[in-house]
């Protein structure tokens, strides 16, 4: 089951063209006056997790409302005009990077639906391993899906669930999905929270004003002054309830007993903010950390480290002060990209000009470097960095990776290019990789050093602390979709495009 | 059941507040290697049908593609750009006046739904008038609405049908629509139109280079220089289908049988173009037949006859030639108006000025003016233009109205306002209502005379051969939404609101 | 000295396509606490005049202040917005059709510039036949144009005059222009207005709430509810000051003296408004006795007497009652363009569609039809809409023409073809036109017989009471940039392209 | 003579509010078949000068051609129908934040003229000292300024000038002008490149494909892969020329001689970007030896320095190399603010909450904390800093700043507040100020601690090597509009006000 790979537009002229993307970023308020506003702003706080598109769904006692952009929260959600239009005091949002689904506005979530015991909206991040197979099921009992998002399927099995109370309904549906998730949903009157039984992806509660908050990291809550309460534990559901005195109640419940926490190393190693504390980590320090252990376990004669921006600044701090070489800013980051930028012509791509970053020449020249990045994935950015290096005059570049070689797709949220583009597939040994990207050293850090770095302990192979299948090969859960080949039938995904 | 009354925001400002409002045109066409093209300029034809949104969806033989768009067709639909994302050789489209639903882009027509067959896309002018009746059933079993359309309703009962083949499916569905309908639909091979049985919305057959076409008016075959071919007939489903080798089958279905047609009078007497056949009836004819019956049955002595632009002309005409009295161009339309003019300021709004109209002073003043209007709905506008022409300096103001009063609301796609805000239900008799309008004589045609100006006869009372309700009280189908009271639940519609 | 001929985009598409296009409408109000909304209001009135852009100062006894946009006047101002950075008592605006200078915002009116003795604002409708000769002298003696209009030759004049009051210096510099032109000019305490000393373009006075207004048609002040006052007399300046009491007072100078006025018959033709009054004659019954005259000069056996909509619509009515043939609408108008289809794609093109006409084939179909169109130009559209007549069944179709042929370019702000696209100037006779055109029969109406419809008189060769150059080569004013040839120096003109 | 301040919109909720502005950068480029897209990518490599619009005027044998737009580089110029608006060989751009002149398009540069000898587009960085009394001059002999911008100035003394050929008027137009600018110019064959007598803004010269290339600094010649040649000097005009055969001339003029070179300290301290070498001097290494000569002036113990991004970080990297204490990142910035979010709703504003910047709260949590900032102006900004390290728990909060207290306006083209709207001016000493600002210790580096950090010598009090007078009262020109009070008289400047 291999997803269409989203080669970045911005391959040829950024280094940060050979990334992973994340899909999405969950926020949910209940109870509180300015339920939207603060919905923007947590959106705001997650936006590292999802640029194309945004969307926030109110309930105002009466009505559900929604609003749904493509672009950036601080593109549409700050505008008085359009805050107007989601009154109420519960909401929640969503931002999103596209992975399954083409972009199209109607696959923005979250997602609504009418039931017979009222509406309720959904939004999540994370990625279902057999949602296609339980796609095809609906489908072949008389539904229709008006999206090609995962997230319809579990309005579906809301609505054909058996059950009576809509916590029921939910907890009934999500028991039937299997992969990676964190997910917030509001009816008339609950905020629900839900994380995967392995609690692959994050998501954590919080409170302001007395009110609950569950958003993806803990960012959002510093935002807007709101207190951290705990992470959602793996396998849980929250169920926050307005009653009719206005008091809120909290329900705990289990989808998965006994099974234990293993969050995605991934969170830590690029995607989360690293201000952001995630299941108790601080991710700053995991970075730092993990570009200590990478100077321990890789160390080199240099003259200068300098990171590659921004993924790799805490690693590169860290594997300063363990080696004792100045760390230096080597490349200067532009940050007034533009829109039309984003998409250059064919005439400025042909310039091979670098419209986000330059070489600090002062810095470079004559000097021995060492490039610290967080993750290298086909290495094609690599290639362009050493030579932005040598071209300002780098005696020699030597690149240190703060995290191991990437073998293996992704199939909870996580868009992965085809592993045979992985640059850790193409070549036989590190010493063919170091030569194809031209650099004159290259080193990854262990699994066991990152593992360290983020956890303060080895990697145990009977039971991983951690989700680390890209590195290792070993999934956390069962891929049903992949195993049965559902997605061999063309008829049944991507049959409508819609422009946004 | 009453549905909300859009207060026209032309009100106020311009002679074209006071009309109803159809809904909708639609379009399609088969095996056409311009499919998208000829639909976008079918609708620019039946653009006179809805100017709210329109929306195309094409099939190129692998995906169903999809643009919809607030605003004109012309807006948006010869932009090299939006076809280029319409490709195939099949493709319906839509454009519509909202009345039921808010105006989102999620209601905008054609819908669609993936179903285990395939897809399917559906479009249609008209009212289901036992849609939410339906809907609520269709809720009660599991399912989930995402917009607020009629279609929506017909979309889940094909996919819910018990019969294998998508024709039977469809047939299936419609059988279960009570109302008046006109509807296009598109799967991977077939090209569908329906309509209702008794006829009550147009909806004709045309072939352009031998590939069928289906549109709401003649018009829409006329500028692309398409040909005729016939009405699709009351009660009647037309499947056009591509066979392997790329020729195309049609097959005739009924769903009703032995039922005469009763076309609706308001296609004649208002919504159709003039230049439109319907049923076999030259609009214009009709519309100048009335204004000669008019002349008879209602003479008056003046110096001249005005017409209301543009609706009254042709009728003001057939006036003119009957009774002898000149015709002149009394009141002048601006045609630029623009799109924030559609909108006034209040400031604006305060000056009482005309931006559509003005009167031809040289021709008013001095005069004894007979105003010959289509219509009088509410009576409002009827109120500014005899100011318009008293101001101008007329000696007297005489009305006549090329159609009946209208007493009744319309539930088959018409936008009618609350029967108590008719003019004809304000006031006792026809004096009332002209000194209520300030004129020196009212006059509107009789029911005998209208029919007798489309049909050749008289009114009979036994099997009218038309729709006339919103004269007669007469409707020609069962009202179950309207006396099941199905709106009275007000958690069942309108749950979700999406700006545009 | 050739103008640039902006060969239409409509040309293909649109019977619209072959007509002259006048470059501007003007408006001025003082002392009024709505000035720029009044403003606003005029030149929506006036935008039969120019649609491609419009603009308006105002002064609020403090600051000047400009809003120019492309565009509809009911595209932009009326948004409370735009309106509301127009603050003042006084106000001027202009609407544009470029002729001269190509379309940028820089060159939309009003132009303003800052003197010693304060800023001046102004707009003017005509154009003046030495405007390269005196733009050329300014530049060599040290001044720089930053635009390509006309207007910033007026407003270097102004700056450059000896002499001291803004009133003298304002007179000073419209005494050097020569041409036909319409002017009003704003300063911080004046609005002032002018006409050309022949008197080729209209400008008349109006008043509301005691306030002075100027404008270049009648139906500019019907549209506030403005009472007319007189004309600005041809070769008059009238200079309305506000005095620091508040009122207002009145000077009334003279350019020029006993100079006949020739108003510009184009005006009645095709140009101004049907409800206007222009030099004391209704524009509605010049272009109707134009008709009546017509049908007595070519009087022509037929069925039905059709009008090319809408400029032909008057003279058609006057052909139908003078010749007994009935007047019916045989060609339909679709007023819902929108924006792209202004510019179809080459696709659309190819359909040979008619985007905004169409026959009304049930009054056409077995007709012998006249049809009635206000002046022939290049003759392109009258070929289309012939073939569109007999396309739709006319059995015999006759051409009869309310104006003269023409055969002379305009130099006095009337966009004309190149005298050799002109069809008089292309075929020997009438009959060869004719036959070009594909008519059955054509005629023109006589210089004489537009004479006597306009002004009641037939033409006086001593002394022309009518602008008519373009029919009979009588230029009424000295052409100095075409004998000169100024032009022939290409580094003076159009040397910065800007894109609006 | 002082400049009304543009209070930042920013000011309450960004780290980056109490900054100084620059208005402008520039690029030229002759002889080169990409042009305009050289000239587009060297603006977006000077976006950080100015991001309020930018212009482009180029030139292909034949027409002038320009293109303006509010916004970012990115937002507009690599979209290819704007370049393909902007054909030839030769073009010049600028990048502005306004200052003088309300921001709109009529002032954005670069500005055009028309000459007798031909067109002349001139852009331009800095400000004149003079330029409100040359304005008035000029107004008062009959010129007329369409726009509030200096460079508007320098056009009229160019057309004015008794010299006949372009380059003698250009250096007779700047020898009349005092202050301090860098200039681009292009005529019909010519680019020419002035920097004012004492070169206070930076111009550098470079050479691609042979081709000569003028800009702001080096970073734009590296974004395109250019090579640096040399500075424009102090006092220097360089005219490069095409030949009728293609080659290029280059001379070289003076219009000052004997004066020494005086760069401006702040491009050093803020302005310039980090990887630009601004009179041969690196921009980051200033930067870190400013923050090496503040660990030496101003030690403190503490346990982590953290930088105020992105500013203070080179100072940073200094301090914590020479002090010993680790360098960590201890705010976060968020990349992805949007469009709206820049103009905060009132609601967003209230809840204090820091879309651009939050504290990293593992690294400050029980931590003594040294922040280091670039500089400090209004001190509004460190408030809310100090506020953000104490409630993520900082034991104490030390501020290094990394330049002198300011206490002076500037008249070069850099945007100050009042002086008494300065930190160094509203309190008594230095204690007052820490005490308002709220820290536990504060301290600023030395005139000679920047000196030396910049140019490796302590300031010659009789012959600063830089311009400093914002730090010691010192300016290095005359400032004839201040002391002769020109813009005392309200009507010559701003009279007119346009909306962009």
């Known amino acids: 089951m291999e997803r269409p790979v989203t080669h970045s537009r911005e391959d040829d002229f950024s280094l940060d063209g050979d990334t992973l993307h994340e899909e999405c970023g969950v926020f949910g308020i209940l109870g509180h006056s300015d339920a939207s506003t603060l919905t923007a702003l947590g959106l705001h706080a997650l936006q590292h997790r999802g640029q194309e598109a ?4 109110s309930f105002d006692g009466r009505q559900f409302y929604t609003e749904k952009r493509m672009g950036l929260v601080g593109d549409h959600y700050t505008d008085p005009a359009v805050l107007a239009k989601l009154p109420g005091t ?18 923005v979530q979250p997602l609504f639906a009418e039931l017979e015991a009222g509406g309720i909206a959904v939004a999540h991040n994370g990625n279902f391993t ?9 489908i072949a009992t008389g539904a229709i899906c008006q999206s090609t998002s995962d997230t319809e399927v579990v309005l579906h099995l809301i609505a054909r669930s058996r059950h009576s109370s809509t916590t029921d309904r939910f907890i009934d549906a999500i028991r039937q999905m ?13 905020l ?48 926050c309830e307005v009653q009719p005195d206005g008091s809120i109640t909290i329900e705990e419940r289990k989808t998965a007993r006994n099974v234990p926490e293993r969050p995605c190393l991934f969170e830590y190693v690029y995607f989360a903010r690293p201000d952001s504390v995630v299941s108790g980590r601080s991710v700053y320090k995991a970075r730092k ?22 993924g790799g600044t805490p690693a590169a701090i860290g ?4 080696s004792g070489i100045p760390f230096e800013l080597g490349i200067i980051r532009n940050h007034y990209v533009g829109r039309t930028f984003i998409e250059p012509t064919q005439q400025i791509r042909a310039f091979g000009v670098r419209l986000k970053h330059s070489a600090n020449r002062a810095e470079i020249a004559g000097k021995r470097v060492v490039l610290i990045d967080d993750s290298i994935v086909r290495g094609t950015t690599s290639i362009k960095i050493i030579q932005m290096m040598r071209d300002a005059g780098a005696t020699e570049v030597h690149i240190r990776v703060a995290s191991p070689m990437i073998y293996f797709s992704d199939y909870y949220g996580i868009d992965t290019p085809d592993p045979d583009k992985l640059l850790a597939n193409q070549y036989a040994d590190i010493n063919a990789m170091c030569r194809y990207i031209g650099a004159d050293s290259l080193a990854f850090l262990s699994i066991d050093g990152l593992y360290e770095a983020v956890g303060g302990a080895k990697r145990n192979p009977q039971a991983p602390q951690f989700t680390d299948h890209y590195f290792t090969g070993e999934y956390p859960t069962h891929l049903t979709d992949l195993h049965g080949r559902t997605m061999s039938d063309p008829r049944q995904v991507s049959l409508l495009k819609e422009a946004g």
Do not use: W
Not at 90 to 107: C, D, F, K, P, Q
């Open 289 to 310: 950390n993990a570009g200590i252990n990478l100077a321990k376990e890789a160390p080199v004669q240099a003259d200068v480290v300098v990171p590659v921006p921004d």
């Open 90 to 107: 519960m909401a929640i949002g969503h931002t999103r990077y596209s992975t399954t689904g083409e972009v199209a506005l109607r696959n």
């Open 178 to 190: 299997e992969g990676g998730y964190a997910m917030v949903a509001l009816t008339r009157t609950k």
């Open 54 to 57: 945004a969307g926030i769904v």
């Open 192 to 239: 629900i929270a839900a994380r995967d039984p392995v609690g692959i992806r994050p998501l954590v509660m919080g409170e302001l004003d007395g009110k609950p908050i569950f958003c993806s990291e803990t960012c959002a809550l510093d935002i807007i002054g709101a207190k951290y309460i705990r992470d959602v534990e793996n396998g849980e559901v929250i169920i």
């Open 319 to 322: 594997f300063a002060q363990q």
């Open 130 to 138: 057999n949602g296609l197979t339980l796609r095809r099921q609906i």
